[in-house]
């Protein structure tokens, strides 16, 4: 069964980036769509970006367009999310989840990470 463990969140200063990594134990990590998510205190979990099994194909939700970008290495079984002009608004925490089929709701996603804390100060 494969295992996600996220890493690179922490504590970042208004307007500054940081990339989040996710990698995969197991040898199935390429058959699988990797999706992105956060969920903020309070606040239902939030569907941030999809990449396809081959990373030909990404997908993002519309408030994160031009601000994040999703890109994997299945060679290292890694995927990675990219994030820009990050605003206190974005402190959550952080998941990446796999899923048999390309998708934006939370329900296909089979594997959760235990997630890492990103927070924003202003």
């Known amino acids: 069964q494969v295992q996600l463990v996220e890493s690179g969140g922490g504590l970042v200063q208004a307007g500054d980036s940081l990339r989040l990594s996710c990698v995969a134990s197991g040898r199935s990590f390429a058959n699988y769509a990797m999706g992105w998510f956060r969920q903020a205190p309070g606040k239902e979990r939030e569907f941030l970006g999809v990449?396809?099994?081959?990373?030909?194909?990404?997908y993002y939700a519309e408030p994160m367009e031009g601000r994040i970008t999703i890109s994997r290495d299945n060679a290292k079984n890694t995927v990675y999310l990219q994030m820009i002009n990050l605003q206190p608004e974005d402190t959550a925490v952080y998941y990446c989840?796999?899923?048999?089929?390309?998708?934006?709701?939370?329900?296909?996603?089979?594997?959760w990470g235990q997630g890492t804390q990103v927070t924003v100060s202003s």
């Open positions: 989840a796999l899923s048999p089929v390309v998708a934006r709701s939370a329900a296909p996603y089979r594997t």
């Open positions: 990449i396809s099994f081959a990373g030909g194909s990404t």
